[in-house]
């Protein structure tokens, strides 16, 4: 089966920084995507990876190792405002999303 | 209106009633999507429209019954739902499926079914 995982809950300070790993197990592949969705909220993009390597975009950071079935977000500088949850999605073979159930991330002050 | 509406953002049916959910994308896209998401499991797809075909239908209930009159817009169509579908059910579109392209979610709808 094709199976998604990243963990439930993390806890980060603000300023400080923060990884949010997802591990996946799919029928092919065509990229990895990342979202932010806050609480009552739609989920919004983030970040698309189909090669090897780090991407960065500003204070968000996202790896991918096709080889490990492996990817990171890493997240800088945390604000109040990155409080939310954050979607791991995968592209299979058909070009269909599987998801992850999503990190809920609480930034303290 | 830019982006992806949905309405109502919150509703209450029981068990009985019949009701529909309306997404509008004003992206231009020709894909869009119907996902549920309950609280702490991943999203479910529920159903695809490519250029106004039905291309997707993950063993959904025929209680859920989807429309597509044109690529910018979707209904969800419900009937004697039960309790176990109370969730966030999510709208998406993007510029086509079966490919890379992103996909832009509205706010989605609260359902709540007594």
């Known amino acids: 089966g094709q199976n998604i995982d990243q963990p439930t809950e993390m806890t980060a300070t603000e300023g400080a920084i923060v990884q949010i790993n997802c591990t996946y197990q799919t029928s092919g592949f065509n990229g990895l995507f990342w979202y932010q969705q806050h609480a009552g909220e739609a989920p919004t993009f983030l970040s698309y990876?189909?090669l090897d390597g780090l991407e960065e975009k500003g204070r968000f950071s996202s790896f991918l190792s096709r080889s490990k079935g492996y990817s990171y977000l890493l997240l800088k500088e945390l604000q109040m405002k990155d409080s939310a949850s954050y979607l791991c999605a995968v592209m299979d073979s058909n070009y269909q999303l599987i998801w992850g159930a999503g990190t809920k991330l609480i930034i303290k002050p | 209106e830019t982006g992806v509406t949905q309405t109502p953002r919150h509703l209450v049916m029981g068990m009985t009633n019949k009701k529909s959910l309306k997404c509008e994308q004003h992206?231009?896209?020709?894909?869009m999507y119907w996902y549920k998401q309950s609280a702490k499991k991943p999203l479910e797809l529920m159903f695809v429209?490519?250029?106004?075909?039905?291309?997707e239908n993950n063993s959904v209930p025929s209680r859920f019954s989807p429309e597509c009159p044109n690529s910018s817009h979707l209904f969800l169509h419900l009937h004697t739902l039960q309790p176990e579908d109370s969730a966030l059910y999510l709208c998406a579109s993007s510029q086509e499926a079966g490919s890379y392209n992103e996909q832009f979610f509205g706010p989605g709808t609260r359902l709540t079914v007594l």
């Open positions: 992206l231009g896209h020709n894909a």
């Open positions: 990876n189909v």
């Open positions: 429209y490519n250029f106004k075909e039905q291309t």
